[in-house]
């Protein structure tokens, strides 16, 4: 556990079934009459923007829709959304969608303020002095936690590796959690992005980073997505689950604002930087493996974490406790039919050394793992995918 800790804290939430409506209020709050929305050509397809943009402009907002930000945007793609975003001379951006619109919202916002180039801060040759335009987050996903975090990803293609961009200057002013605007997410996605969720907390309840800020949220956030992940993927109109899954996923980007991911995070990014693996999946994929390497290092926190879990643990010793909470992340996979055909994708044997190779360089959240992961472990990791 890290000897100081702190916590970089959104400026305010609002949370509840219909409190979409409230998004007039958190605008006009911050005296912006240009603003930008920044979101994905499927939030834009299912309607969800209809209602924020059209309380906006009833309000007299000039509103100016970003509607094409890719599922893994990449480096010119997020600057190609700041040009747009800078000729509309935006006064606020607001993020509507899951963690590639709101991570490019929070870029953008930046961008805005700070005479830097996007690729300078990818390879860290630059630094951030101001804050950037206020933002709004409205998550249309319960997974990455993007809302909370003052962190976001982009891809890199030239390295075939998705790179995370981490200042406090990015934890967003505003945002808004209303369970309607995920009641219509497909089923696979509920699955993907619940299970990022708990790969969240899980990470920051066992990395070196943990602290009693983290630990807290962390725990709070396994309790909520555990016991409804598998009610909102069976009935996404179960409003009581999908507020679970939203809070949850929450808590757990707060998580990672005080705490850390770990080595799931970092075996995770070569899947969706080379082969398109979305970022969900591929976590959900490597969080029992990893957590099972880690067994041996992690038997009180996993019990901890079975506790939180609420499971069934009369008469269990540590270990046993700890091995449930591992066989229940198997179960959960399973019971929410979470696969990926890597073999489809390309992935093979022949490919483990060029995915090792990438794992290896994220060394920001490897140094965060409790336990030392070699290049042979993530070997063995990787293999048990196939």
Request: charged fraction near 20%; proline fraction near 4%; hydrophobic fraction near 45%.
């Amino acid at each position: 556990m890290s000897n100081v800790y702190s916590l970089l804290n959104i400026g305010k939430i609002v949370a509840g079934a219909g409190c979409i409506e409230q998004i007039t209020e958190i605008v006009t709050d911050y005296d912006a009459k240009n603003v930008v929305i920044i979101t994905d050509q499927g939030v834009w397809n299912s309607g969800l923007v209809e209602k924020p943009k059209a309380l906006l402009e009833a309000a007299d907002i000039n509103v100016h829709i970003i509607n094409d930000t890719p599922p893994e945007p990449t480096v010119d793609q997020v600057n190609t959304i700041f040009e747009a975003a800078r000729e509309f001379e935006c006064q606020m951006i607001i993020g509507i969608g899951g963690g590639s619109s709101m991570d490019a919202a929070k870029l953008v916002a930046l961008l805005l303020t700070n005479d830097v180039a996007l690729r300078d801060l990818v390879k860290g040759k630059a630094q951030i002095k101001r804050r950037g335009v206020p933002t709004l987050m409205v998550p249309t996903t319960a997974g990455t936690g993007s809302e909370a975090t003052p962190n976001a990803i982009v891809l890199v293609p030239e390295e075939e590796l998705k790179v995370g961009i981490v200042n406090g200057k990015m934890v967003p002013d505003c945002v808004i959690l209303d369970p309607m605007m995920t009641i219509n997410l497909p089923k696979h996605i509920t699955a993907n992005t619940g299970m990022d969720a708990l790969c969240h907390a899980i990470e920051c309840y066992i990395s070196k980073k943990a602290n009693p800020l983290s630990d807290t949220f962390a725990l709070k956030a396994i309790t909520l997505i555990s016991r409804s992940i598998r009610t909102a993927y069976n009935d996404g109109h179960n409003l009581a689950a999908r507020e679970d899954m939203l809070l949850g996923a929450m808590f757990g980007g707060i998580s990672i604002a005080t705490s850390s991911t770990t080595a799931v995070h970092a075996l995770s990014y070569p899947l969706g930087g080379k082969y398109h693996i979305p970022h969900g999946l591929s976590n959900a994929i490597l969080l029992p493996g990893v957590m099972k390497f880690n067994l041996d290092v992690c038997e009180e926190k996993f019990k901890e974490i079975a506790v939180a879990m609420e499971l069934e643990l009369s008469g269990c010793t540590t270990r046993e406790a700890a091995e449930k909470m591992i066989d229940n992340l198997y179960s959960m996979i399973e019971d929410l039919d979470v696969t990926c055909d890597l073999a489809a994708k390309g992935i093979n044997e022949a490919v483990l050394d060029d995915l090792i190779e990438a794992a290896s360089k994220v060394t920001r959240l490897l140094d965060n793992n409790p336990k030392v992961v070699t290049k042979e472990d993530m070997r063995a990791i990787y293999r048990n995918l196939l």
